[in-house]
């Protein structure tokens, strides 16, 4: 670390219009100074589902690398839009009319965010994630008792698929909200599969929100230590959305996306995705945000 041992950070509430909603992001801002050992004490240390360390960009407007409290994430949904509405939030960006576009250099290259003002304020915030991959494919069979239930509970005519909006997720469609209730995961068989497996965390999800403006509702768990469950996840909801669109499993490409609502952190997000249903360009997933914590980081004594 250089000599600079002070942080400004703000925490954020993603993919919510009040605080104490949705997905909570810390965003420690000048971290180009701090290495990946540190980065990963600081996420340690903050506790939440992810951490955004925000540096310089070699070709972007701004760079931000995330990590959740074990391990570097590549992209993700709620810490881009944590990230980007804290930049416009302490003035580090400002805006440019109605819809100001931007590039954030992430772990896995450049995306876009739109940034869609309202009286002078960034009010949502619009990631473009990257073409989604479709990767292997498990039996329900053998894959749902892991989450506590049985082939029965699959979404009708549907496969589990790792799919990547540049993280690969593991896409597991349930047929209605009483199955998504009861998803338990069994630690030391998901532990096995994750060994084995080709994704970074799970995503259950199925057709119909958690409140009538919702498509689609969905939990994630096994992304944090414990199989704890994460409120809202905007990179899974994106490959989310490339599943549902790509197997022809929604009739419109847009649509609102709903989690968090069983854990008391209700949240929402905009979905589109954009190109035909077996040439899907990106997804567009877009939310809300609220600052809840601004502070500094003291690292004087640390080491």
């Known amino acids: 670390m250089s000599d600079k041992n002070t942080f400004p950070f703000m925490q954020v509430d993603a993919f919510t219009d009040r605080a ?5 992001c810390a965003v420690v801002f000048d971290a180009d100074t701090l290495d990946d050992g540190m980065r990963q004490s600081i996420a340690q240390e903050m506790n939440l589902s992810e951490t955004a360390f925000v540096q310089r960009a070699a070709s972007a407007d701004a760079g931000a690398r995330y990590f959740t409290p074990d391990q570097e994430i590549p992209l993700a949904g709620h ?94 469609p349930l047929k209605d909200h009483e199955a998504l209730r009861r998803v338990r995961i069994d630690v030391d068989a998901y532990a096995a599969l994750y060994e084995s497996g080709d994704f ?48 022809d499993l929604v009739d419109s490409p847009t649509f609102i996306a ?15 995705v954009v190109g035909a249903r077996d040439a899907i360009e990106t997804v567009k997933v877009g939310g809300e945000a609220v600052t809840v914590v601004r502070g500094e980081l003291d690292l004087t004594r640390v080491g």
């Open 79 to 172: 810490p881009t839009i944590a990230t980007v509405f804290a930049l416009f939030e302490s003035g580090r960006l400002t805006l440019d009319g109605p819809i100001t576009r931007i590039s954030l250099e992430l772990k896995v290259g450049p995306i876009d965010v739109d940034v869609h003002a309202r009286d002078g304020r960034a009010e949502r915030i619009v990631m473009s994630q990257m073409r989604p991959q479709f990767l292997a494919t498990y039996d329900a069979r053998e894959l749902l008792p892991v989450f506590g239930l049985t082939a029965d509970d699959a979404m009708p005519g549907t496969q589990p698929q790792t799919v990547s909006t540049g993280t690969p997720q593991l896409m597991i």
């Open 258 to 272: 709903e989690q968090g609502h069983w854990m008391g952190r209700p949240g929402k997000a905009t979905v589109e």
């Open 20 to 24: 104490l909603g949705g997905n909570p």
């Open 200 to 247: 970074f965390s799970p995503h259950t999800f199925t057709l119909g929100g958690a409140t009538d403006a919702g498509a689609t509702f969905a939990r994630h768990v096994g992304a944090l230590p414990g199989g704890a469950e994460d409120p809202f996840t905007g990179s899974a909801t994106g490959g989310m959305a490339a599943y549902l669109w790509h197997y």
